[in-house]
Structures are given as C-alpha cells and as structure tokens.
C-alpha cells in the first residue's frame, strides 16, 4: 500500500477497518478451506452463508474507508 502524503481524518477508525478486511479476508480463506472437505449440505450452505455474511462485511469495511480517505 502507497504512503499518502496526507494523515486520515480518523487513523483510529482506518486501522480497524483495515484489519477487518484483512482478518475477513483470512476468514474467508478458511471457510473455503472447510467447505472443500465438507460433504454434508447443510453444513456446505452454513459455510457459504457465513463466507458470505464476512463479504458483506468487507465490502461495508471498503465503503467506510473509501469515504475516510
């Protein structure tokens, strides 16, 4: 990630939501990772929902961060 020359208006609030796309990014990855070996239906959609639910929350997590920068 480039430096900018400028400080946010709220570092406190970037950071946070710089570690949510991270760690749902992470999250995710997992969840696929049990989704592979998963066999069961009922336990695949519970993944998917979950890995989707965590999507939406990055992409709330980008929106915010686009309007702090």
């Known amino acids: 990630m480039a430096e900018r020359l400028l400080p ?3 570092p406190v609030s ?3 939501l ?3 796309i991270k760690r749902g990014s ?9 989704l592979e070996g998963s066999s069961v239906r009922k336990d ?7 890995a989707m639910d ?11 961060l686009d ?3």
């Open 8 to 10: 946010s208006d709220d």
């Open 26 to 34: 992470q999250d995710i990855a997992q969840i696929m990772n049990w």
């Open 18 to 20: 710089e570690w949510t």
């Open 54 to 64: 965590l999507m939406e929350e990055i992409q709330h997590a980008l929106r915010r």
């Open 44 to 50: 695949r959609q519970m993944l998917i929902g979950r």
């Open 14 to 16: 970037e950071e946070v």
């Open 67 to 69: 309007d702090l920068r």
